[in-house]
């Protein structure tokens, strides 16, 4: 059984930071793209960022390009979202998603498996 668990939300500044974990099972982590998925009140779930297998290949939304930072260590199973310079927009709540696939994608059907989400709050 799959399962994604995602930490690390909370409540923060305008202009802090905050690193959000997902930790995998019941897969072949290194065998997955990963992506990170946000859905803020009143909207749709929009991509933030992905990553490859092992890591050499990230992309971005443009909103958070510079400021966002999308990591992972096979060794432990996790992907990571590093998040600077947090802005109120980027409130919502955050999703990481596993893409049984080589090639990284921004669209919500191309996941296969998805956690629980946490939130996250940037107040002004």
């Known amino acids: 059984q799959v399962q994604l668990v995602e930490s690390g939300g909370g409540l923060v500044q305008d202009g802090g930071s905050l690193r959000l974990s997902c930790a995998a099972s019941?897969?072949?982590?290194?065998?997955?793209?990963m992506g990170w998925f946000r859905q803020a009140p009143g909207k749709e779930r929009e991509f933030v960022a992905a990553?490859?297998?092992?890591?050499?290949?990230?992309y971005y939304a443009d909103s958070v390009k510079g400021r966002f930072t999308i990591s992972r260590d096979n060794a432990k199973n996790t992907v990571y979202l590093q998040m600077d310079s947090l802005k109120p927009e980027d409130t919502a709540v955050y999703y990481c998603?596993?893409?049984?696939?080589?090639?990284?994608?921004?669209?919500?059907?191309?996941?296969?498996?998805w956690g629980q989400g946490t939130q996250v709050t940037v107040s002004s």
């Open positions: 998603a596993a893409r049984r696939a080589r090639s990284l994608t921004t669209m919500i059907d191309g996941y296969d498996y």
């Open positions: 019941g897969l072949t982590f290194s065998t997955y793209a």
């Open positions: 990553i490859s297998w092992v890591g050499v290949v990230t």
